[in-house]
């Protein structure tokens, strides 16, 4: 329900007034908007303009899009070329076997079995296709779940805590406290604490906590600009603060991004194999309509006659049953054209893929997109968590020297919250100095955070800066004579933190507040003595400074060289991206000196007054700085070169600010160390002012937007996909969603991702790791060569059956092979074969290679050439089989009389239909395993009855030529001699079990009886094999053509494209 209530007529029209003028609440001071909105904060509005208000706004809740009927999802799935000519033949079949079960028809069980396989097939396919389309409203519906669903609201000069959300109104005044989730877009009013903060990551993609302030900001900033506003559904982490509700329900961030996932949803485009399995279906269309044609066209003679009368044709003779025996011959066409089992071997293919991903931490949501990774031309990837840790760590670590401008600096290993991930380089260990030691004091005991081990990592409790701090004490150890008093093997993850805790005990904390930018703690040691322990922004601290410690404890005064050294080191840090925090102690602090936290003590009055903060914190002894930063993956460096090696584009798409972005891009060498990169970094907004952002796009190399909304993400995919670009794109905010679902390929992240990113996406990273990317980038490469092959074979399969019926219809000769044979063959024979080219080995070269091309055809002219070939032989080896047993007693030296059959000329067997006119005609009796069929009766039933032999004869013919055809498609162009069979051992057992199926319908009575075959003898499986083996020896000598015109092929095709 959107936009509360029934009254959406009037409401939509009184709505679209209002949103065409967007209040800039951000832009305007405090008293200009509670005018704007007609309200005070300390009345808040009343219970009467509440009600007005939501007749013009509705409810603050996001809108609920009617998806599609299941009917019209089920009519949905038959909006596909091969599923309706399968649908036709299916009916056409039906009305057939009716027909046939209506005259008594001997074969009406097996003429049955045929078009409800069929019908199966369909069912199964709409089932799995409707189940697909029905998850793809959930990501909207993640959506929801995120709202908060209480707020605390003044109303008629009253607080009313715990009011549902979704009855706010625009000028409703909202108290905010930490851990609240904000229900709407508000502006600040005033803050109740000194420092208010929210986590708004998830929506704009910032690594890092953002401090609210109340003062306007320019009309024109970007949403992370807006420091006055927050906005529904980011978490409050520090502080409280009163604000006004601006926008509502649809109107706010949320609800755009809402906006975007429906929008996007409904522009969702077929995966590339998709589109050219489609084509290839509609194009199977026309070629079986044009062979239908000929086919009936060439026996039009055999139902419909007449005679010349005065060069007129008249007395025109037509024959029902003949003219119903052809159109039973175009269905068994149309079942042979069609690759019945090919949806669901291409399932099972990607189905084993997506367990292959799984094992290297990428989660396949859709099956599709498995394939559609494979030619994935660039990878848009978030930096925040996915080329880095989203996990603060300290990297440099500057202590004073032995004299008054010397300075240490050590780097500082490692990448988590893990305190056992990496060292402190030329680390003093055991040895720490007394300046070293204050460090870790400060670090450790002024710091409200805490680490824990959540399964296989390590998570912060807190700030994540401080929580680094923590790490970085625990790395740098304890001194001599501190003793930790635990064990960190017994779960102690801090045991240093505590120790320094234990050592000197806080009994007051000056809390952080925007105008000093410092925290400090009033600590009480062992020996009792008080001590000031503060760490905060450099430049702030070293202002209130007057000393520094240092190597050996002594403390000297901060002269100018001191400071221009200590500034010279933060401006080093600072280039490289690093946030940096100082370190100060003060030890004269005479109104502390006996304050215990007893809130009767004098000083205790200090404390409650935030403005005397930093007279405390004055006359600093500064120790040290440390530089911070959200660090890249350890993987991440190599996972982009291997990028480039497969082709592979790399667009840095972050909402973080341009200076860390391009230092991390540096490091992990999207760019180089020192390359220009004025034309390749660029902020959101100034890419959507370019004036042609697709030549932008089209720029060689890596690229980076910095400071990117929701809507610029979509912009660039939505930009790439129309330059024939293969997209996927990574993400684990609410903001990135619309641009998850947009993509050809969206992929969330599975640890730090939000549920909305999830939902919308088609695959997801257990590890958040942009690494894993890249290797299913190559396992979707190595799936799509695979699925190349069996798509391959099954075509060159159907291709012989087409020939085979083809060749019967032509020849004139009675039918060699009936619609539910070929629908065994297509289904159940084959599938084995075609999933075991699934397993092939992948190429070792798979990800030194560019990427496929979207619009590159599955088959090539040559590869039809090639199987046109084979399948011109299929269907004279399946058709010759069955001439040899009407017309030969023996072939290649065997002897095929055993069975007693009679012999009759080629000129009879093409002319069967007129044996009744034959004078004499008869046959003798023959066996089949132990049924013996005779022809006393009717000899002319010899061409129906007595076919059964040699139909048997054709259909295994067929089956094992098509086992021998499988082993020609382990590779497209390699011989067997080198990429012999068993480099795939599962395709050996999928011809064992095929032959096996094959075996049992020929020998089980009952399923011989409905697939209308018998027995065969040593003999005639003999002649089986003589005929079936030479596919083998025609497709490796295509093969060796193929290898030697290689490369004129591709210089031909390099022609054609220019």
Request: net charge negative; charged share 20%; proline share 4%.
């Amino acid at each position: 329900m959107g936009r509360g209530g029934q009254d959406n007529g009037r409401k939509e029209d009184l709505r679209s007034k209002s949103q065409e003028e967007v209040f800039p609440a951000w832009s305007k001071d405090v008293r200009e908007c509670e005018v704007k909105f007609g309200v005070s904060r300390e009345q808040g509005l009343s219970n009467d303009e509440v009600e007005k208000r939501r007749q013009i706004h509705g409810f603050n809740e996001l809108e609920k899009h009617d998806g599609p009927s299941v009917w019209r999802l089920i009519l949905g799935q038959f909006n596909d070329t091969l599923v309706r000519i399968l649908l036709v033949a299916a009916v056409v079949s039906f009305v057939l076997a009716w027909y046939d079960g209506e005259e008594g028809g001997e074969m009406e069980i097996t003429a049955f079995v045929e078009p409800l396989v069929i019908f199966l097939i369909l069912i199964v396919n709409a089932i799995v296709g409707v189940w697909q389309e029905s998850n793809a409203e959930k990501a909207l519906e993640a959506l929801k779940e995120i709202q908060s669903e209480t707020a605390t609201v003044i109303r008629d000069g009253r607080k009313i805590p715990n009011l549902p959300a979704k009855e706010l109104v625009p000028g409703d005044v909202v108290e905010l406290r930490v851990g609240d989730k904000v229900p709407a877009d508000m502006r600040t009013l005033t803050l109740i604490s000194s420092t208010f903060r929210v986590e708004q990551g998830s929506l704009t993609g910032e690594s890092e906590a953002v401090s609210k302030t109340t003062k306007p900001v320019s009309e024109d900033s970007d949403i992370q600009g807006k420091k006055c506003m927050v906005f529904a559904s980011t978490t409050v982490v520090n502080g409280n603060c009163i604000c006004l509700v601006t926008q509502i329900g649809m109107d706010t961030e949320l609800g755009k991004v809402h906006s975007q996932i429906q929008e996007a949803s409904e522009n969702e485009e077929d995966t590339p194999l998709k589109k050219k399995l489609n084509e290839f279906g509609e194009a199977l269309t026309a070629i079986i309509g044009v062979i239908c044609a000929v086919v009936w066209l060439i026996n039009l003679k055999y139902f419909l006659s007449w005679e010349y009368v005065d060069g007129w044709p008249s007395n025109f003779k037509f024959s029902f049953e003949k003219c119903t025996y052809y159109f039973e011959i175009a269905v068994a066409l149309a079942v042979a054209a069609i690759p019945e089992g090919l949806p669901a071997v291409i399932t099972t293919c990607l189905a084993l893929g997506t367990r292959k991903m799984a094992q290297k931490n990428a989660l396949v949501r859709k099956l599709p997109s498995v394939e559609t990774l494979g030619c994935t031309t660039v990878i848009c990837s978030d930096k925040t968590g996915t080329l880095t840790t989203n996990q603060m760590a300290v990297a440099k670590l500057v202590a004073m020297g032995d004299r008054e401008n010397a300075i240490r600096t050590f780097n500082v290993e490692g990448t988590t919250y893990n305190p056992f991930d990496g060292k402190i380089q030329g680390w003093p260990v055991g040895k720490m100095d007394p300046n070293l030691q204050m460090i870790a004091k400060i670090a450790a005991v002024c710091n409200d955070a805490g680490i824990e081990n959540s399964g296989d990592h390590f998570v912060s409790n807190g700030m994540p800066t401080e929580a680094a701090l923590k790490v970085m004490a625990e790395k740098m150890g304890l001194p001599d004579g501190l003793d930790t008093g635990t064990s960190s093997v017994n779960g102690d993850l801090l045991c240093c933190c505590n120790a320094w805790n234990k050592h000197e005990k806080r009994v007051a904390t000056l809390e952080f507040d925007r105008d000093r930018k410092s925290m400090g703690v009033i600590a009480s040691s062992t020996s009792g003595r008080k001590v000031l322990l503060v760490k905060g922004a450099v430049e702030n601290v070293l202002e209130r400074s007057s000393f520094i410690q240092l190597l050996d404890g002594s403390i000297v005064a901060l002269d100018q060289s001191s400071r221009n050294a200590i500034l010279r080191s933060l401006e080093d840090m600072s280039t490289s991206a690093l946030r940096c925090l100082g370190f100060a102690y003060k030890e004269d602090l005479p109104e502390f000196a006996t304050y215990t936290g007893d809130e009767d003590h004098p000083a205790h009055q200090l404390l409650l007054n935030p403005s005397s903060y930093s007279s405390i914190e004055s006359n600093l002894i500064f120790v040290g700085l440390a530089g911070l930063r959200d660090p890249p993956r350890k993987e991440v460096r190599q996972a982009i070169e291997d990028c480039r090696e497969a082709g592979i584009r790399v667009i840095v798409i972050t909402g973080d600010n341009k200076s860390t972005a391009e230092a991390i891009c540096r490091e992990i060498g999207v760019f180089g160390q020192h390359e220009d990169i004025k034309s390749t970094s660029i902020t959101g907004k100034d890419f959507m002012d370019l004036r042609d952002p697709k030549s932008h796009l089209r720029q060689i190399g890596g690229l980076l937007v910095s400071r990117a909304e929701p809507r610029h993400k979509q912009e660039i995919v939505r930009l790439l996909k129309e330059d024939g670009e293969v997209v996927a794109m990574t993400g684990d905010g609410v903001n990135d969603a619309p641009a998850l679902k947009l993509a050809d390929i969206g992929i969330a992240m599975g640890i730090s991702g939000t549920e909305v990113a999830k939902e919308a996406s088609d695959m997801v990273l257990a590890d958040d790791n942009f690494s894993t990317i890249v290797a299913a980038v190559g396992e979707g490469r190595s799936i799509y060569n695979n699925m190349k092959a069996f798509i391959r074979y099954m075509i060159s399969s159907n291709i012989g059956e087409v020939a085979c019926i083809f060749f019967t219809a032509a020849l004139g000769i009675p039918e060699g092979l009936i619609p539910v044979q070929l629908l065994w063959v297509n289904l159940v024979t084959d599938g084995p074969p075609a999933t075991a080219l699934g397993f092939n080995p992948p190429d070792k070269d798979v990800m030194k290679k560019p990427p496929r091309r979207s619009d590159d055809s599955l088959i090539s002219t040559w590869i039809l050439f090639r199987y046109l070939v084979i399948g011109f032989y299929v269907g004279i080896a399946t058709v010759g089989v069955f001439i040899i047993w009407f017309t030969q007693h023996s072939f290649l030296g065997i002897d095929l009389s055993g069975d007693g059959h009679s012999l009759v000329s080629y000129s009879q067997l093409s002319n069967w239909g007129q044996c009744p006119t034959w004078e004499g005609f008869s046959v003798s009796p023959f066996t089949a395993g132990a049924q013996t069929f005779s022809f006393d009766a009717n000899p002319c039933d010899y061409f129906q009855t007595g076919k059964i032999k040699a139909m048997t004869l054709s259909l295994s013919v067929l089956v094992a030529i098509e086992m021998f055809n499988s082993l020609n498609a382990l590779s497209e162009d390699g011989s067997l001699l080198k990429m012999p069979p068993w480099v795939n051992p599962w395709l050996l057992m999928a011809m064992s079990i095929s032959f096996g199926l094959h075996f049992l319908i020929l020998y089980v009575p009952f399923l011989a009886k409905v697939f209308g075959i018998v027995p065969l003898s040593l003999n005639e499986w003999l002649l089986v094999l003589a005929v079936a083996l030479p596919v083998i020896l025609i497709d490796e000598v295509l093969k060796f053509i193929g290898r030697c015109t290689s490369g004129s092929r591709r210089r031909l095709a390099k022609l054609k494209e220019e």
